[in-house]
C-alpha cells in the first residue's frame, strides 16, 4: 500500500469516527468534536466541510448534526433485506398479541442490529432504537443468532469482540456462554435476565432460512414483573416459536 492510498484510508476512517461521535453527542461543534476525538480542530474542520458539502452532515447554531441524507442510505440498505420485508407484520402481531415489544435482529459484522421494533399497548419505554448494533451475547436475540451460527464462526466473533460485561448479569465467561448456546439449540428458544438492560427480560427464537442457516431471530421483552413464572417460561416462548415458524415458511415460499 502506497502512503498516499494510506492517508486516503485514514481519511475515510476519521470521517466515520466524526459522523459516529456526532451521533453519539447528538450534534456538536468543532471544538468539542476534536476533543472527544483528540483531532485538531483544523483536521475536523476539514471533514465537517467535506461532509457538510456532500449533504451528509448539516450546521445549525454553531454545531453540526448528522443529515437527513442518512436517512435514505439506512431505509435502501434496510429494504435490500428479504428478512425485514417479510417480518415486520408479524413483528407487529407479536407485539400486539403481548402487548410488550417485539423485535427483529440481524447479525452484522458480529454484532446484533435491530432492524425492526414494534410496541404493544403495554409495552415499557427502553433506549433501544431501530439502527442500534449491541454486542450478541447479551441479548436473547443475538444468542438466538449465536447458538446457531456454525462453530468457526461463532469463535470468530467471540474472538473479535469479546465478551463485555454490558451488566452485571451479562455471561462473560466462555465456557458458560458454550452451555447456554447448547441448551438454545435444543430448545430453540433463548432467553436474557437483565443481560443488557437493568429490569428487562425477553425471550427469542431464530429465524433459519431453507437450508437450516440463520438469518435472524425475533423476540418479546418486557419487565421483569410482568416476564416471570409461565408467562416467560411457557406461554411466551411457545408464541415467539410460532411467530418465528410462521416468518421461516413465508420465507421459503416467496
Do not use: W
Not at 486516503?8 to 459516529?20: L, N
Not at 466541510?49 to 435514505?72: C, I, P, S
Not at 463485555?164 to 447448547?182: F, G, H, K, W, Y
Amino acid at each position: 500500500m502506497t502512503t498516499q492510498e494510506a492517508a486516503g484510508i485514514q481519511a475515510v476512517d476519521r470521517a466515520f469516527d466524526i459522523v459516529e461521535t456526532l451521533t453519539e453527542l447528538d450534534g456538536a461543534g468543532v471544538s468539542e468534536l476534536g476533543r472527544h476525538l483528540e483531532l485538531p480542530k483544523s483536521t475536523v474542520h476539514n471533514h465537517l466541510q467535506t461532509l457538510e458539502r456532500n449533504e451528509y452532515v448539516v450546521r445549525q447554531d454553531g454545531e453540526y448534526r448528522a443529515g437527513l441524507k442518512f436517512l435514505r442510505v439506512s431505509e435502501t440498505a434496510r429494504n435490500q433485506h428479504e428478512l425485514y420485508q417479510i417480518a415486520r407484520s408479524e413483528v407487529d402481531h407479536l407485539a400486539e398479541k403481548t402487548g410488550e415489544i417485539s423485535a427483529l435482529m440481524i447479525e452484522e459484522h458480529g454484532r446484533g442490529v435491530f432492524v425492526y421494533r414494534s410496541r404493544g399497548s403495554e409495552a415499557a419505554r427502553i433506549d433501544t432504537c431501530v439502527g442500534d448494533r449491541v454486542p450478541i451475547h447479551c441479548t436473547a436475540l443475538g444468542k438466538a443468532i449465536l447458538a446457531f451460527l456454525p462453530p468457526e464462526r461463532r469463535d470468530e466473533i467471540v474472538d473479535r469482540h469479546g465478551l463485555e460485561a454490558v451488566s452485571p448479569n451479562t455471561i462473560t465467561d466462555r465456557e458458560v456462554l458454550a452451555e447456554e448456546l447448547e441448551a438454545i439449540r435444543d430448545r430453540k428458544i433463548a432467553s436474557d435476565d437483565e443481560e443488557r438492560l437493568s429490569g428487562l427480560r425477553s425471550v427469542a427464537a431464530p429465524i433459519l432460512d431453507g437450508s437450516n442457516a440463520v438469518i435472524g431471530s425475533i423476540s418479546v421483552a418486557g419487565p421483569t414483573h410482568r416476564m416471570r413464572g409461565e408467562r416467560f417460561e411457557t406461554e411466551l416462548p411457545e408464541m415467539v416459536l410460532g411467530i418465528a415458524n410462521v416468518i421461516e415458511l413465508n420465507i421459503q415460499h416467496t
